[in-house]
C-alpha cells in the first residue's frame, strides 16, 4: 500500500487542505490580532489572521507564551453579571430566545477564538501542540485551568468517535507512520525496524490505530494485538525474537499487549474504549473463529502500593524487586500473584480501583480474568511490578453489563480463579 491510497483511504470525500505554513507578515501585535480574529467576520480574512497568530505563536519563549495563555484565560472570560442576568431571564422566562441569550452569556469567547483559530489550515496539530504547552505550565499556574478546560470541552467535539477513522497498520504503511509507532511506543519499547518488523508482518500480529482527517500523519492512540493459542502467561514470549508465527487457523485468542496514546496535548480525551471494541469488531469479522478476547497488560502502581503496606511479604516482594533479584522474584510468584490480585480488587482511590489501567479497563466492561508472575521481568517489569501482569477479559457477552456495574457502582468484575485466588490467600492469613 503507497503513501497515497493509505491516507486516500481516510480523507475520502474531504477537500484537500493546504498544509500549514506562515502566512504574509504583518505589523500588528498578537494582540491585536487576537482582537481582529474575535471580532471579524469574514471568513477569508479570519484563515488569514488565524494563521498569523499561530504562526506568532511557534515563535514565542516561554515568558510569551504564559502571557498568551493569560490573555485567554482572563482576557476572554465569561461576563459573570451577564450570565446572571441570562440565567434569571432564562427562569423567569425560559423560551428558546432567552435560553440562546443565556448559552451565549455562558460560553467564553475564548472558546469562539479557539475555533476561529482552528480555520487555519493545519491549525488542529497546532493546537494539540498549544494544549501541551499550557499542561506544562498548569501545575504552577492553577488560575490557567479554566483554559484547559476549554480545550477539553472543544477537543471532545472535535475528535468525536464519530470523526475517526481506524487503519491497520501493518509493514506496508508509510515509513513515516511506522517512524511514529516505534517513537510513540509507550509499554514495550520498539527498539529498532526488526523489532517493529516483527510486531506488525508475521501474519499472527495485528496493530489498529485510530486517525483524525484534520491530522492525516498523526496517528492519535494505537493497538499491538498477538493472535494466539490460548492466554500468554509473559509478554516476553510474544516478544521473542526466536519466536514461531503462530498458523491463523489456530488462533482461538485476540491478546491486547500494548495500547499506546500518541498525542499528549489530547490528555483527557477518551479513545482507548472505542478504539479496543471497534479492533474487536474487525478482528471477529476477519477471523470469527476467535473466541476469547484478552489483554496482557502492566500494573504500574502495584510496587508503590506494596511498599506502603504492613507485612513480611510486601515488603520481601519489594526488597526483591529493587534488587532486581530475578531469581528470588521467581520463587516468590504465589505471593506476587495473590499481592497483585489484592491490589486490583481492594486498593481503592475514592472508591474506584486505585490502578489507571485496571480503571480504564473495567470502565470498557472487562473483568479481571488472570494474573501472570514473570510476565514482565525487563527493567521496567521489575521496578512498577515485581514482573507481575494481569489479563483483563473482554466477555462480549458481558461487557455491557461490566460497564454499567462499574459506571454506576465502581463494580469490579473478577473471574473465578481471581476469586478462588483471593480466598485462598484470606484462609492462608487466618491460619498464620
Not at 246 to 270: H, K, M, W
Request: charged share 25%; hydrophobic share 45%.
Amino acid at each position: 500500500m503507497g503513501r497515497f491510497s493509505f491516507f486516500s483511504e481516510i480523507v475520502t470525500g474531504l477537500l484537500e487542505r493546504t498544509p500549514f505554513g506562515a502566512p504574509e507578515g504583518t505589523d500588528q501585535t498578537l494582540d491585536a490580532l487576537c482582537h481582529a480574529l474575535l471580532s471579524g467576520r469574514g471568513e477569508i480574512s479570519g484563515k488569514r489572521v488565524a494563521q498569523d497568530i499561530l504562526s506568532r505563536y511557534k515563535g514565542l519563549d516561554a515568558g510569551e507564551r504564559l502571557a498568551f495563555f493569560r490573555l485567554m484565560a482572563q482576557g476572554m472570560d465569561v461576563d459573570t453579571k451577564a450570565v446572571i442576568r441570562a440565567a434569571e431571564a432564562y427562569g423567569k422566562a425560559p423560551t428558546g430566545a432567552s435560553y440562546a441569550g443565556l448559552a451565549d452569556a455562558a460560553e467564553p469567547p475564548r472558546q469562539e477564538f479557539l475555533r476561529r483559530l482552528n480555520q487555519a489550515p493545519g491549525a488542529t496539530l497546532e493546537l494539540v501542540r498549544m494544549r501541551l504547552d499550557l499542561l506544562g505550565v498548569l501545575h504552577d499556574h492553577p488560575e490557567l485551568a479554566p483554559l484547559d478546560l476549554d480545550f477539553i470541552h472543544l477537543f471532545r467535539s472535535w475528535f468525536n468517535r464519530g470523526f475517526l477513522v481506524l487503519r491497520r497498520i501493518d509493514w506496508h504503511t508509510p515509513a513515516n507512520i511506522l517512524e511514529k509507532i516505534i517513537a510513540y511506543e509507550a509499554v514495550h519499547a520498539i527498539n529498532d525496524w526488526s523489532d517493529l518488523q516483527r510486531r506488525l508482518l508475521p501474519e499472527d500480529r495485528r496493530c489498529f490505530a485510530f486517525f483524525h482527517p484534520a491530522m492525516l500523519e498523526e496517528p492519535l492512540i494505537f493497538v499491538e494485538v498477538a493472535l494466539c493459542k490460548g492466554i500468554p502467561g509473559s509478554v516476553q514470549s510474544l516478544l521473542a525474537e526466536t519466536r514461531t508465527p503462530l498458523p491463523l487457523a489456530q488462533a482461538d485468542t485476540a491478546v491486547f499487549y500494548s495500547i499506546s496514546n500518541c498525542q499528549e496535548g489530547l490528555r483527557g480525551i477518551s479513545f482507548g474504549n472505542s478504539l479496543i471494541k471497534q479492533v474487536v469488531e474487525e478482528l471477529r469479522q476477519e477471523l470469527p473463529h476467535l473466541d476469547s478476547f484478552v489483554t496482557l497488560s502492566p500494573i504500574p502502581g502495584l510496587m508503590r502500593h506494596l511498599a506502603s503496606q504492613e507485612g513480611e511479604a510486601p515488603r520481601a516482594i519489594a526488597r526483591a524487586a529493587k534488587a532486581g533479584d530475578r531469581k528470588r522474584l521467581e520463587a516468590m510468584g504465589p505471593q506476587i500473584r495473590l499481592a497483585a490480585a489484592d491490589y486490583l480488587v481492594n486498593a481503592k482511590r475514592g472508591a474506584a480501583p486505585l490502578d489507571p489501567v485496571a480503571r480504564f479497563h473495567l470502565g470498557n466492561g472487562a473483568l479481571i480474568h488472570r494474573v501472570h508472575a514473570g510476565a514482565d521481568i525487563s527493567d521496567n517489569g521489575i521496578r512498577q511490578s515485581a514482573g507481575a501482569m494481569v489479563s483483563y477479559l473482554y466477555d462480549l457477552a458481558r461487557v455491557e453489563a461490566n460497564h454499567e456495574g462499574f459506571a454506576t457502582a465502581n463494580r469490579v468484575v473478577i473471574s473465578k480463579e481471581i476469586k478462588t485466588l483471593l480466598q485462598t490467600g484470606a484462609a492462608q492469613g487466618k491460619q498464620t
